[in-house]
């Protein structure tokens, strides 16, 4: 599936996008340039940075290595923004090898909340003050299908995906009469280079099948990146506290 540009439908704003390196975020990154933007693009991998920057070769791409579970690393990024943040694009984010409740150990638990969601809070929490004092802006999460239903990751991954929709309901909840729009999308299955391993001999015998036959086939990051941009864009004036599946039609199963 080829997906269509609109050249020029970010000119003159700044947009950051984490997880910017790979996937999704980066294809995001990709269409936001290519669209006339200027891109804060995160990622703690500086090897894909550093590809990421050759292959743009432009000085609207604006890389910064770092982690955003680091209070320092999420100053960093907004910093590098110089005051102005049109949009703003949470993807980062990491699986959990599907462990269920009884095998989850604290550190898996602790880092999946980090990355998907307490980093995604405080980096919102960085920038809602520059949009509201703009009076404008478009902030797009990305929960996953796992944020619908019980029957697509592990337990840790989630619980922080369905955290993402009420983080992202109570954001737009708060902030829309500001001019702040905030969204979600839920992806079904994306080909991406993050790490889904089953570390769990009963999650593949219980999940397992549940993927075999009720999941539609994988999309390509651009196909996520065309929902994101769109959110993101004045294009969706009209759109806020939506949760988006773009799945492929997973959710309707
Ligand atoms: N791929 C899928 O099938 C799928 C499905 C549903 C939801 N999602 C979600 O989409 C988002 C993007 O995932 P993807 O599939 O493109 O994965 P990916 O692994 O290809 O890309 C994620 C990027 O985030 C970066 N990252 C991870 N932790 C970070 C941190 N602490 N600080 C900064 N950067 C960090 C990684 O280095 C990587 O470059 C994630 O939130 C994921 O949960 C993916």
């Given at each position: ?5 609109t ?12 997880g910017a390196g ?7 990154t990709v269409?936001?340039i ?7 693009a ?13 292959e ?9 290595v770092?982690?955003i579970t680091l ?6 990024v ?5 005051g102005?943040?049109?949009g703003?694009?949470n ?14 150990d ?5 880092r999946?909340?980090?990355v ?11 920038v809602?003050p ?5 009076g404008r802006?478009?902030i ?12 697509a990751?592990g ?30 999308i839920?992806?079904?299955g ?30 390509q990051?651009?196909e996520?990146?065309?929902?994101i941009?769109?959110l993101?864009s ?5 759109v ?7 799945d492929?039609g997973?959710?309707a199963v």
């Amino acid at each position: 599936m080829t997906t269509t540009l609109t050249p020029e439908r970010f000119a003159g704003r700044t947009l950051i996008v984490t997880g910017a390196g790979s996937g999704i975020g980066r294809a995001t990154t990709v269409r936001l340039i290519a669209e006339g933007g200027r891109v804060i693009a995160a990622d703690v991998s500086e090897p894909r940075l550093q590809d990421l920057s050759r292959e743009l070769a432009t000085d609207r791409l604006v890389a910064v290595v770092g982690d955003i579970t680091l209070a320092d690393d999420v100053e960093r990024v907004v910093s590098a923004a110089a005051g102005r943040v049109d949009g703003l694009a949470n993807i980062a984010g990491i699986m959990d090898d599907f462990l269920p409740l009884a095998e989850v150990d604290d550190a898996t638990w602790e880092r999946v909340m980090d990355v998907n969601l307490t980093s995604m809070m405080r980096l919102t929490r960085a920038v809602l003050p520059l949009m509201i004092t703009a009076g404008r802006g478009s902030i797009v999460n990305i929960s996953s299908e796992a944020g619908l239903r019980g029957s697509a990751a592990g337990v840790a991954y989630t619980t922080s995906k369905h955290a993402v929709v009420g983080l992202t309901r109570s954001t737009a909840f708060y902030y829309t009469p500001k001019g702040v729009r905030v969204n979600a999308i839920a992806p079904g299955g994306v080909k991406t280079n993050i790490v889904a391993t089953f570390r769990s001999p009963w999650a593949t015998e219980r999940l397992g099948p549940f993927l075999q036959v009720n999941v539609p086939p994988s999309a390509q990051a651009d196909e996520l990146a065309a929902a994101i941009t769109w959110l993101l864009s004045d294009d969706a004036s009209n759109v806020s506290g939506a949760i988006i599946p773009v799945d492929g039609g997973w959710a309707a199963v």
